[in-house]
């Protein structure tokens, strides 16, 4: 079970447990020994990632990887331009290492922002999010934003793609 620390920084509360799902504190995962005596151990771990995995309108862009800053239960915190977002796990791909390649959205159909020159797909930049349409089927696209060179994931379909079978 999860566990909202209050004062993380002060021993003397460490019994003043309080159930929760999302913490700003420290967030720790406690299981019982053979004793049965409730041990605890930090459950996020260095750097994650998460993207969309469900075609859902939540405020992320489909295709673009967030820092993971805290995964509960049921809900992930994402920082998402500066700002942190609580994400429902359901709707989230999350990968231990950021992925250097371009992510091919086909069709975005249930985006409520997205211009209708992207419609039937764009690709999205893998170090700054940043949309770009790429022309023909390049193996390796350089971001207009950010500049950064990457490989386009032709052959790994998102959202939409996997079930039109492209």
């Given at each position: 079970?999860?566990?909202?620390?209050?004062?993380?920084?002060?021993?003397?509360?460490?019994?003043?447990?309080?159930?929760?799902?999302?913490?700003?504190?420290?967030?720790?995962?406690?299981?019982?020994?053979?004793?049965?005596i409730?041990?605890?151990?930090?459950?996020?771990?260095?750097?994650?990632?998460?993207?969309?995995?469900?075609?859902?309108?939540?405020?992320?862009?489909?295709?673009?990887?967030?820092?993971?800053?805290?995964?509960?239960w049921?809900?992930a915190?994402?920082?998402?331009?500066?700002?942190?977002?609580?994400?429902?796990?359901?709707?989230?791909?999350?990968?231990?290492?950021?992925?250097?390649?371009?992510?091919?959205?086909?069709h975005?159909?249930?985006?409520?922002?997205?211009?209708?020159?992207?419609a039937?797909?764009?690709?999205?930049?893998?170090?700054?999010?940043?949309?770009?349409?790429p022309?023909?089927?390049?193996?390796?696209?350089?971001?207009?934003?950010?500049?950064?060179?990457?490989?386009v994931?032709?052959?790994?379909?998102?959202?939409?793609?996997?079930?039109?079978?492209?």
């Amino acid at each position: 079970m999860k566990y909202n620390i209050p004062d993380a920084g002060c021993t003397a509360n460490r019994h003043l447990f309080v159930p929760c799902d999302i913490s700003h504190t420290e967030f720790v995962t406690t299981r019982p020994d053979s004793r049965g005596i409730a041990l605890e151990t930090t459950a996020m771990p260095d750097q994650r990632w998460a993207r969309l995995r469900e075609d859902v309108d939540c405020g992320l862009r489909r295709g673009a990887w967030y820092k993971t800053v805290v995964r509960g239960w049921t809900k992930a915190q994402l920082e998402v331009y500066g700002m942190q977002r609580t994400i429902p796990l359901r709707y989230l791909e999350i990968v231990d290492a950021r992925p250097d390649w371009w992510t091919v959205v086909a069709h975005a159909k249930n985006a409520s922002v997205i211009p209708d020159r992207w419609a039937k797909g764009y690709a999205v930049c893998p170090r700054c999010g940043f949309r770009q349409l790429p022309v023909g089927r390049p193996a390796t696209l350089r971001c207009d934003d950010c500049l950064g060179v990457f490989q386009v994931a032709w052959s790994r379909p998102y959202l939409g793609a996997r079930s039109e079978g492209n």
